[in-house]
């Protein structure tokens, strides 16, 4: 058989459309190019200002002395309600606005057309997601529900109070990262802002080469002192061509692995789902491949987490979210469940049912109503990737068949980024 033929030899049946939403994702930031620098302004001032939502934290106490920062009066417009309101928001719904800010991988459930030739990967640290801002002299990491992590010096663009790090209050930085608590160091994945500039419409190429250079140039990647109390260090990222796939896999990292991340090159840093950033693992790179319940067991059932609408619908936390199921009034009554409710579901025998690459039903059994300390339903992706864990994971091999062999490649060459 020749070469050409064997390119793919494991290709699995779609079962999603998360091929076709990549492309439209694609399409529409190339047609939209929205005021990104407004968006990195207006975030900024509200996880500055954003209250501390875990109160049994301790706050970390700075080498330097650090005031309250003072947060630049928004100016006038529509958007800018989103600011004074996000301010004042508590539990659930700070939560959900914080989440909406960082952009969120889907699970990856079909494997990306052209992976070796439009995608970087990279071994994903263990720890707490997080935004990492600097600004008026100050440094604040929040987590995704919007509580502070820490409040500290740095050594990014007017990250502590020094005549070196003194700027303009037009100069901010916002990092995503990761914080690994085992040696205390902020793994950066992302970069949104620099010194006052937006990168929300860059694409992933330029934001990983841009990253790379300004943060070493920075200081911030040196070991912790007087004005720089957290270390930050970079990702090795690669071409996800066969090596850098094996390398990102395989190789030593000085963090704990949780999975793999794929980037799209093209992709802008869109905040929310995107299908064009993805995370995939197995037992090989990840301790926690199949969820747990709240003792650390694995359930003997594969649980999901919806929202209860209106209409009885149970949907994920997608935008547009999909249907899984539906509720009638009379259970909805008897149960004392409520529209905007999260609920809580087994996964029967009967499973999930695809045909043409779609869900046609799902086999569901009613456990009951979440914690309301929990924000989101689960989204499309993780539920159908962890169904597929249980049943018929896509395995470690199909990426590589999806590539070829290392002979078919063009080059055998490992490239990172930066």
């Known amino acids: 058989m020749a070469p050409h033929d064997t390119r793919r030899p494991f290709k699995r049946a779609a079962i999603s459309d998360q091929q076709k939403r990549r492309e439209l994702s694609l399409q529409r930031q ?38 309250e920062p003072i947060v630049e009066e928004p100016e006038t417009g529509a958007g800018d309600i989103d600011i004074r309101q996000a301010a004042k928001l508590k539990g659930s719904e700070a939560r959900r606005w914080f989440a909406s800010q960082l952009m969120l991988p889907e699970w990856m459930i079909d494997i990306p057309d052209r992976l070796s030739e439009d ?48 700027r303009s209050a037009q100069s901010y930085c916002i990092l995503d990262c990761i914080f690994h608590e085992l040696d205390q160091i902020y793994y950066v994945i992302d970069m949104v802002c620099w010194a006052g500039i937006s990168f929300y419409e860059c694409t992933a190429e330029f934001r990983f080469f841009w990253m ?45 692995k949780d999975g793999l991340l794929f980037y ?90 695809f045909v043409d690459g779609k869900l046609e039903k799902a086999d569901l059994h009613y456990v009951g109503k979440v914690h309301r300390a929990r924000a989101f339903a689960d989204s499309y992706s993780k539920i159908v990737f962890q169904y597929m864990v249980r049943h018929s ?26």
């Open 30 to 67: 190339a047609q939209n190019r929205t005021e990104a620098q407004l968006q990195a302004r207006r975030l900024a001032s509200s996880i500055l200002s954003f209250p501390t939502q875990n109160p049994d934290s301790q706050p970390f106490e700075s080498i330097v002395e650090e005031p």
């Open 119 to 166: 995608w970087y990967v990279f071994a994903r640290p263990s720890g707490k997601r997080c935004f990492v801002v600097s600004s008026n002299g100050t440094t604040v990491s929040r987590l995704r529900n919007g509580s502070q992590l820490h409040r500290f010096p740095s050594a990014l663009p007017n990250g502590s109070k020094t005549k070196e790090g003194s």
């Open 212 to 256: 790379n250079s300004k943060l070493v140039e920075s200081g911030a990647c040196e070991a912790p002192s007087t004005y720089h109390r957290y270390r930050f260090s970079l990702i090795p990222v690669y071409n996800c061509d066969y090596e850098g796939l094996q390398t990102a896999y395989t190789g030593a990292v000085p963090y704990v």
């Open 264 to 353: 799209n090159k093209h992709a802008h840093y869109q905040t929310g789902n995107t299908p064009l950033v993805l995370v995939w693992k197995d037992e090989t790179c990840s301790r926690y491949v199949i969820d747990t319940d709240n003792k650390g067991q694995v359930p003997n059932q594969q649980q999901v987490v919806l929202e209860l609408q209106d209409n009885g619908q149970l949907v994920t936390s997608d935008d547009p979210p999909v249907v899984l199921g539906c509720l009638n009034a009379t259970f909805i009554q008897e149960t004392g469940l409520h529209s905007g409710n999260l609920v809580r579901f087994a996964v029967n025998d009967g499973g999930l049912t």
């Open 393 to 418: 994971p896509l395995q470690i091999e199909h990426l590589y068949a999806s590539m070829g062999t290392p002979s078919e490649l063009e080059s055998n060459e490992v490239e990172m980024v930066g």
